[in-house]
């Protein structure tokens, strides 16, 4: 056996590279999130309750950004914690406070708890989203302890504003909760909700009844506690498949995978990413957004707003956990199911939007996609109104 066997060499590197992540994945900081499904449900004071326990036990814990909203119960909490000062930023000649993400890795702590995840960051921030913070923590080897509500799940978007009616601006991707180590529903009774609102404990009195007469209407809220606990027990699921297939062969994924077809410059291309985000998720598969660039879509051809939307797509699908793929092809139809029956594709996602009659007149991708896939699972997402110009 020659040691200098370039073979040999490679193999060894490989298997020292292997050794390398697994040493860097142990660093990692662990993973907790609480998640509720209204403001109020006690999601900030259980992890100031829980800083409180660990703190007892000798545990370094400390705060690194908690928003009480007033709420005393909650306040009085806060007191005998440690808590990483604030950065002060200027924005639009206010000062704003945020999360100050070097003060919490340069503290090192053991624990660190955040609340708020789907929040923007002011300009100047070191990443966009407060999520973003949280991972770079994790990534300290600094355990997190977080919350959200279920509202502002990335791939529950659509489903939340069409029951509510209320307009979600902030998101949190779905890989991020599916990298959380414990996922803790904090269900409370509707009935008990609506008392700690009705007494001042949620908002103060002069916001209680804008708050009743929107989102916090009885089903709206049942609608969003039903969303919460089936994210739970998904959540519950993957981690149990996960580990059965981590300690027995007989317990491998799933084959059936999931595969999304999006245009290149598809105004609905977010909405149908969450549904096979969803999907997927429910199936504890791997999934794949897949678009075909035919020769009139090479990049020098089409114009930099399509250009933007298609990059605006791309990161999108990668925040859902989507492995990206572009085909180059001048029949999409055929290149999409060529890549699904050589990737284990078991389920398509395709959109159908109102055309007009004219259109109509020709076959579109979608029926030839539904006629020429045998074998597959295909699911049509219809919009319900007509599809707007990119």
């Not at 000798?58 to 705060?63: E, L, P, Q, R, S």
């Not at 051809?301 to 990161?315: K, V």
């Not at 109102?354 to 996609?369: A, F, K, P, T």
Request: aromatic fraction near 6%.
């Amino acid at each position: 056996m020659n040691p200098q066997d370039p073979g040999l060499i490679e193999s060894a590197q490989k298997r020292a590279q292997d050794f390398l992540e697994l040493v860097h994945r142990g660093k990692r900081g662990k993973l907790k999130l609480y998640l509720g499904f209204a403001a109020g449900v006690g999601k900030t004071y259980r992890m100031l309750e829980e800083s409180h326990a660990l703190k007892k036990r000798g545990v370094d814990v400390v705060i690194g950004f908690v928003e009480t909203h007033g709420r005393a119960e909650t306040q009085a909490l806060v007191a005998g914690l440690e808590v990483v000062p604030r950065q002060q930023i200027e924005y639009r000649g206010l000062m704003v406070e945020e999360m100050d993400l070097a003060a919490v890795i340069a503290r090192r702590p053991e624990v660190v708890v955040v609340d708020e995840l789907a929040h923007t960051n002011a300009p100047g921030c070191r990443h966009p989203k407060r999520y973003q913070d949280v991972l770079a923590i994790l990534n300290e080897g600094i355990n997190v302890i977080c919350a959200f509500n279920i509202q502002h799940l990335e791939s529950l978007k659509d489903v939340v504003e069409r029951v509510t009616g209320v307009i979600i601006r902030e998101t949190v991707p779905d890989s991020f909760i599916k990298q959380a180590d414990q996922v803790v529903n904090l269900d409370l009774a509707i009935e008990d909700l609506l008392d700690r609102l009705a007494t001042g404990k949620i908002y103060k009195s002069e916001k209680v009844t804008q708050a009743l007469a929107n989102f916090f209407q009885n089903e709206n809220l049942s609608a969003l506690r039903e969303l919460a606990l089936r994210e739970v027990a998904e959540s519950v699921d993957r981690s149990v498949a996960t580990d059965l297939r981590g300690r027995d062969e007989r317990f491998k994924a799933t084959d059936a995978r999931v595969m999304v077809c999006i245009a290149s410059n598809s105004p609905r291309a977010p909405v149908l990413l969450r549904r096979g985000s969803r999907l997927a998720g429910r199936l504890n598969t791997d999934w794949f957004a897949v678009y075909v660039q035919t020769p009139g879509e090479a990049s020098h051809l089409i114009d930099a707003a399509a250009q933007r939307h298609l990059y605006a797509t791309i990161s999108h699908a990668k925040d859902l956990g989507a492995e990206l793929v572009q085909l180059q092809a001048t029949n999409p139809v055929s290149a999409i199911l060529d890549f699904a029956r050589s990737h284990a594709v078991g389920y398509i996602v395709i959109g159908r939007s109102n055309q007009s009659w004219w259109r109509r007149l020709r076959r579109s991708n979608m029926e030839r996609i539904v006629a020429e896939a045998d074998g597959f699972d295909v699911h049509i997402v219809s919009f319900d109104e007509e599809e707007p110009q990119p």
